[in-house]
């Protein structure tokens, strides 16, 4: 019998993994089930169930923070949005100035670059996150990792005081307006996308 590889198991949890993005952002985590992902999957339940075994699992997987059956979690490539406040995975990791990360993190969310998912996903990440505290036990913390890296930035662009907020409220507000944002696009309310980039620039700069 030919061995099964490592590399194996870990195609087979990528494709789980992404089959239950899509479904998350369109059904919703609670409308989803665990057959749903394995026929988008086009795997039987059961070896779904040998990766993640529940679907609270695959939240946290997405979130670059729990394994599930065999191997760490690759939210690095699947979705950290809500725990990046728009976008990320894994460990946090910005460059460049503020403004410009800031703006990377705003287009993983914008529509017209195909954010949408990432919006929902955003959104229902943090949502359920008030009544999961394994997920708000991660959403915060990462979202506190990258709020410092957004003031380590920040203090590097060398502003001066002149009655500006620190750099960790400067980064705490861009963060909440982003999962605000997240928020708009995910129910589809109007935005002026390019009107909230500027302003969000604006504050940064």
Not at 70 to 81: M, P, R
Not at 88 to 96: H, Y
Request: charged residues 20%.
């Amino acid at each position: 019998m030919p061995k099964v590889t490592a590399a194996y198991f870990d195609a087979r949890r990528q494709e789980i993994l992404t089959a239950a993005r899509a479904l998350f952002a369109d059904k919703g985590f609670v409308r989803t089930s665990m057959s749903d992902i394995a026929a988008a999957a086009g795997l039987s339940a059961g070896a779904v169930y040998r990766y993640f075994p529940s679907r609270s699992h695959l939240v946290l997987a997405m979130c670059g923070e729990e394994g599930g059956g065999t191997a760490e979690a690759t939210g690095g490539t699947e979705a950290t949005g809500a725990t990046e406040a728009a976008g990320g995975s894994g460990e946090p990791a910005l460059g460049g100035t503020a403004a410009e990360s800031v703006e990377t993190l705003r287009r993983q969310v914008d529509p017209r670059a195909q954010g949408l998912q990432q919006a929902r996903l955003v959104t229902q990440i943090w949502g359920n996150a008030v009544t999961d505290d394994s997920l708000a036990t991660v959403a915060t913390r990462r979202h506190a990792a990258l709020r410092d890296q957004l003031a380590g930035l920040i203090e590097q662009g060398g502003a001066d005081g002149g009655g500006r907020p620190a750099p960790r409220d400067e980064a705490e507000f861009a963060l909440a307006a982003l999962i605000g944002y997240a928020a708009l696009v995910a129910t589809d309310a109007p935005v002026d996308h390019d009107g909230f980039a500027r302003a969000l620039s604006r504050v940064l700069g």
